[in-house]
Nanobody, 130 residues
Framework: QVQLVESGGGLVQAGGSLRLSCAASGRTFSSYIMGWFRQAPGKEREFVAAIRWSGGSTYYADSVKGRFTISRDNAKTTVYLQMNSLKPEDTAVYYC???????????????????????WGQGTQVAVSS
């Protein structure tokens, strides 16, 4: 069965950096889209970033573009989210997710709609203090 295990969350001051990891197992992920989402207290889960495992195309929410970088390590079957210049509004539980990829260019809902992902990790807390 598919397992996604996040790690790397923590408490950091505004302007600092964190790197989240998502260790994936139970499937060959070369035909998957891997996404990072986050959910702050009282808010809906929102898209942060996604990567097509095959080819490595990346997609970002406007709120994190230029500050966050998503990447993957094929050998370790791990997806990373490097977060720089963190802001208090980045505080949330961050989730890793996976869904099957397409043999066509992706539309926004293909990678940004949480409801279209099939597999989820348990989440890791990120807290940014001002």
């Amino acid at each position: 069965q598919v397992q996604l295990v996040e790690s790397g969350g923590g408490l950091v001051q505004a302007g600092g950096s964190l790197r989240l990891s998502c260790a994936a197992s139970g499937r060959t992920f070369s035909s998957y889209i891997m996404g990072w989402f986050r959910q702050a207290p009282g808010k809906e889960r929102e898209f942060v970033a996604a990567i097509r495992w095959s080819g490595g195309s990346t997609y970002y929410a406007d709120s994190v573009k230029g500050r966050f970088t998503i990447s993957r390590d094929n050998a370790k079957t791990t997806v990373y989210l490097q977060m720089n210049s963190l802001k208090p509004e980045d505080t949330a539980v961050y989730y890793c997710a996976a869904r099957l990829d397409f043999i066509r260019p992706l539309g926004y809902s293909d990678y940004a709609a949480a409801g279209k992902y099939d597999y989820w990790g348990q989440g890791t807390q990120v807290a940014v203090s001002s």
